[in-house]
């Protein structure tokens, strides 16, 4: 499978589930204290700040909590039905129909949210993705991503649908993150047992 059909395997299942996904998140506070705590690492409180959530879903309690913090956000996202709610329930962002391994911008920003979206991205695709994220990052900006602790691929069942996993697990994570030249900020295995690690570094 080449990454364009991946990318469209991967819609698919998010817009069978985009409602259902809507109404689960709804009242969810998942991440939002990491998230948190990114925010505070970004400084200039009281001047207007620009986000970038990869993989924003419908958008929701992360939108809600950037937009809360004086972030103009962008959603970026492969489900064109998860888009038009995140349209819908956040008028003030921008929202873009796209895939993290293809989509380009000139734009650098404050703040980059990948919160349990880029473990889709195909095994040989995550190294270029990431150095790609790293890019567009301003100086001195922070960027807070998920992964699993595994280094592999796998399929896991989910509302009925197979979803795509991958992971370069945790070293080499901090490798590229080194070599782009952000700095590791904070680490945590936040589920155990389960291998879900959050990672969140600063542009210097």
Same mark, same amino acid.
């Given at each position: 499978?080449?990454?364009?059909?991946?990318?469209?395997?991967?819609?698919?299942?998010?817009?069978?589930?985009?409602?259902?996904?809507?109404?689960?998140?709804? %009242? @969810?506070?998942?991440?939002?204290?990491?998230?948190?705590?990114?925010?505070t690492?970004?400084?200039?409180?009281? #001047?207007r700040?620009?986000?970038?959530?990869?993989?924003?879903?419908?958008g929701?309690r992360m939108?809600?909590?950037? /937009?809360g913090h004086?972030?103009?956000?962008?959603?970026?996202?492969?489900?064109?039905?998860?888009?038009? &709610?995140?349209?819908?329930?956040?008028?003030?962002?921008?929202?873009?129909?796209?895939?993290?391994?293809?989509?380009?911008?000139? /734009?650098?920003?404050?703040l !980059?949210l990948?919160?349990?979206?880029?473990?889709?991205?195909?095994?040989?695709?995550?190294? %270029?993705?990431?150095?790609?994220i790293?890019?567009?990052? #301003?100086?001195?900006?922070?960027?807070?991503?998920?992964?699993? $602790?595994?280094?592999?691929?796998?399929? @896991? %069942?989910?509302? /009925? +649908?197979?979803?795509?996993?991958?992971?370069?697990? &945790?070293?080499?994570?901090? $490798?590229?993150? @080194? #070599?782009?030249?952000?700095?590791? +900020?904070?680490? /945590?295995? %936040?589920?155990?047992?389960?291998k879900h690690? !959050?990672?969140?570094?600063k542009?210097?």
């Amino acid at each position: 499978m080449n990454c364009r059909d991946h990318a469209s395997e991967i819609a698919e299942h998010y817009d069978a589930i985009a409602a259902l996904w809507d109404a689960e998140q709804k %009242d @969810s506070s998942y991440g939002t204290e990491a998230l948190m705590r990114a925010i505070t690492m970004c400084g200039m409180e009281h #001047k207007r700040r620009n986000a970038l959530d990869i993989g924003c879903g419908s958008g929701g309690r992360m939108v809600r909590l950037l /937009e809360g913090h004086a972030f103009q956000v962008t959603g970026l996202d492969c489900s064109e039905k998860m888009i038009a &709610i995140a349209h819908a329930q956040h008028p003030a962002g921008t929202w873009l129909h796209g895939d993290i391994m293809h989509w380009k911008t000139s /734009e650098r920003y404050d703040l !980059i949210l990948a919160w349990d979206s880029i473990f889709h991205v195909p095994f040989d695709k995550q190294e %270029d993705v990431l150095n790609s994220i790293c890019g567009m990052l #301003k100086q001195d900006g922070i960027l807070i991503y998920t992964i699993g $602790d595994e280094i592999g691929e796998h399929v @896991s %069942d989910w509302h /009925e +649908r197979s979803f795509y996993y991958s992971s370069l697990g &945790i070293e080499k994570n901090l $490798d590229i993150l @080194s #070599k782009n030249e952000c700095q590791l +900020r904070h680490l /945590e295995l %936040d589920q155990f047992p389960l291998k879900h690690c !959050i990672i969140i570094a600063k542009k210097m």
